[in-house]
């Protein structure tokens, strides 16, 4: 590098020979000088606020509209699916009937089946809440009619194992009737 160093030292008036016109940096300083300031000022503070105040405004208005969304929801459930659920309803309210019109002969039998049967129907409250909170949402429909008929199943099983154990007593009783007479 000293060379190269030497090399400029030597030839530096050559290097040199380019300068602005006289009074550049004069003309500079003045047009520095007319530019306007960056302060702000009154109308540019209450453009700001009012901008903030209107983005404020629009979230919590958003956060209103998104928790008051689930009331409305409950209203949009589709005729159909409405529908479906009377129908439901109506066929797990006959075969309550069917299974509590049975005597046992142990009451705390029917309460613990009835209580079983009882948790069913917390589940049914949940899926009811799912579909007011998404009433289009296929998955919830599609698990609510599942729902129904895996319970009227179960409900239709406990009923034949029901009539089966009556049917067996009454032939067991009949037989001893007829086997004392």
């Given at each position: 590098m000293n060379e190269l160093e030497k090399h400029i030292r030597e030839q530096r008036m050559l290097f040199d020979t380019d300068h602005p016109r006289e009074g550049h940096e004069d003309r500079f300083r003045q047009k520095l000088e007319r530019l306007p300031s960056r302060r702000l000022n009154g109308r540019h503070i209450l453009q700001i606020a009012a901008?903030?105040?209107?983005?404020?405004?629009?979230?919590?208005?958003?956060?209103?509209?998104?928790?008051?969304?689930?009331?409305?929801?409950?209203?949009?459930?589709?005729?159909?699916?409405?529908?479906?659920?009377?129908?439901?309803?109506?066929?797990?309210?006959?075969?309550?009937d069917q299974i509590r019109d049975f005597s046992f002969d142990d009451s705390d039998e029917k309460a613990v089946l009835l209580d079983e049967l009882g948790d069913l129907d917390a589940y049914h409250q949940q899926l009811m809440s799912d579909l007011e909170a998404n009433p289009d949402d296929d998955r919830v429909i599609n698990a609510?009619?599942?729902?129904?008929?895996?319970?009227?199943e179960i409900m239709d099983q406990i009923i034949m194992q029901l009539n089966q154990i009556k049917s067996e007593t009454s032939e067991t009783s009949e037989n001893h009737e007829n086997a004392s007479i």
């Open positions: 901008s903030l105040a209107i983005i404020l405004t629009s979230g919590i208005v958003l956060v209103k509209l998104n928790k008051s969304g689930d009331k409305t929801a409950r209203t949009e459930i589709p005729a159909a699916i409405l529908e479906a659920d009377m129908y439901y309803t109506s066929q797990v309210n006959a075969r309550y609510l009619i599942r729902h129904y008929q895996v319970k009227l």
